[in-house]
């Protein structure tokens, strides 16, 4: 049974819908949904996409660091939205949790921070959404592989399964084979949305949504920063910004 992979789907509808579609028709009939999933425009049609998606199919979800921003802007803890929650999105963040009810918030909690699956012809796989050890943690394709060796390692994985960059690659850690799957709303470099069918090969994929009913969708609303969806950085100030910031 081949298995979809799908993060950072940033509360973007008309992404997700493109990406669900064409993951069906793959012959996705699980699917891995791996953090980072309301932030953005329209959080609400996006969790009933997804829950409307699991009374058909299995269906898992991983906590990433927006679910642990929206827990950490709704807690009244101060300390805490410092650590989650950057001073530039804290509005976007606080526009969100409004728009999410206290049993969604409360399911957030419950997702784990890594799963384990067995797929076929692929072997032993570990789902996370930024590293194994922390949601939060920066890497790219062009991390020092030294650096990445005590992340990966303790892993004892045949393939790491990651996203939270924005930012599709496939690369070795010494013997594990790390993947990340890309995002389905907002990618740092060409745009689409990326996700990821598994079993029994891995196929790194690539959907086209409407970008006209994103715009709209954006704009309609009343999201904070909306320029952060509709023009994000290139892959090239990313990775220089990422640069600066990984594993740290």
Not at 4 to 10: E, G, R, V, W
Not at 46 to 62: C, G, H, Q, T
Not at 132 to 158: I, M, Q, S
Request: hydrophobic residues 45%; glycine residues 8%; aromatic residues 8%.
């Amino acid at each position: 049974m081949a298995v979809a992979a799908l993060y950072d789907i940033h509360g973007n509808l008309a992404a997700l819908d493109a990406v669900l579609a064409e993951a069906l028709a793959a012959g996705a009939r699980e699917f891995i949904v791996g953090g980072d999933v309301t932030l953005g425009p329209q959080p609400r049609e996006v969790l009933d996409r997804l829950r409307a998606l699991a009374r058909s199919f299995p269906v898992a979800f991983l906590r990433g660091n927006c679910e642990e921003a929206l827990l950490a802007a709704v807690s009244g803890d101060p300390e805490r939205i410092r650590q989650w929650v950057p001073p530039q999105a804290l509005d976007s963040v606080r526009w969100c949790a409004a728009r999410l009810d206290a049993g969604s918030l409360r399911e957030f909690e419950r997702w784990p921070l890594t799963l384990r699956r067995a797929i076929p012809g692929i072997g032993d796989v570990l789902f996370c959404h930024a590293t194994p050890r922390h949601c939060n943690e920066v890497f790219t394709r062009l991390t020092d592989e030294a650096k990445l060796r005590p992340v990966f390692g303790p892993a004892r994985a045949d393939l790491v399964v990651c996203g939270h960059t924005h930012m599709q690659f496939d690369r070795n850690v010494g013997a594990t084979r790390v993947v990340n799957a890309g995002s389905v709303d907002m990618p740092f470099g060409h745009p689409g949305a990326y996700w990821l069918l598994l079993g029994p090969r891995l196929e790194m994929r690539r959907a086209e949504p409407d970008s006209t009913a994103v715009a709209a969708a954006v704009r309609s609303v009343g999201y904070p920063r909306p320029e952060v969806f509709l023009a994000p950085p290139s892959e090239e100030e990313i990775l220089a910004a990422f640069a600066r910031a990984e594993l740290a």
